[in-house]
């Protein structure tokens, strides 16, 4: 087991200054801590001001994780509920660009306005990334039916992406 995979173990603690020493020195790892991607987009919601910071702070530092990860990051944004790790789970997939085009149905889930406004347009940025040449037009036809949408920030943001 390296440094990352323990500290990930780490961070599922029930002592609190175990979680934010774990959380602070994956921040350190900077991209060395790929391997504890999911036990970070996990710790985002911890009850500790401390380890969400940290974790946030390991996350930003991350780069992107290996393509092997990507199932996991796609499986974690069908199971996770909480808002601020599905946006950074978004937010990481989309640093894969066009290889995480398999997940482009399950990033346009998000649209939808049963989410969070942060989180819609965090989907919408990452769709925009992540749609291969051969999802162009459903990305398009998506967007179109954004620009109606209840929320001026998804209606400007929806222009904007069909504008680039």
Not at 3 to 22: M, N
Not at 31 to 47: E, H, K, R, T
């Amino acid at each position: 087991m390296n440094d990352a995979e323990q500290f990930a173990v780490e961070l599922q603690s029930a002592d609190v200054k175990t979680r934010q020493r774990a959380a602070e020195k994956l921040a350190r790892l900077t991209d060395g801590a790929a391997p504890a991607l999911i036990s970070l987009l996990d710790a985002v919601g911890d009850m500790d001001e401390t380890v969400r910071e940290w974790s946030v702070e390991a996350l930003e530092n991350l780069g992107t994780p290996s393509r092997e990860q990507l199932p996991d990051l796609a499986d974690f944004l069908n199971r996770t509920k909480a808002v601020d790790p599905q946006w950074f789970a978004l937010k990481i997939l989309s640093r894969y660009g066009t290889e995480a085009s398999k997940h482009f149905v399950l990033v346009t889930q998000f649209f939808s306005s049963d989410h969070p406004q942060n989180i819609r347009m965090q989907a919408i940025i990452t769709a925009c990334k992540v749609a291969s040449d051969d999802k162009q037009q459903d990305l398009k036809d998506r967007l179109i039916k954004l620009t109606a949408d209840e929320d001026s920030r998804i209606q400007h943001l929806a222009n904007e992406e069909l504008i680039r």
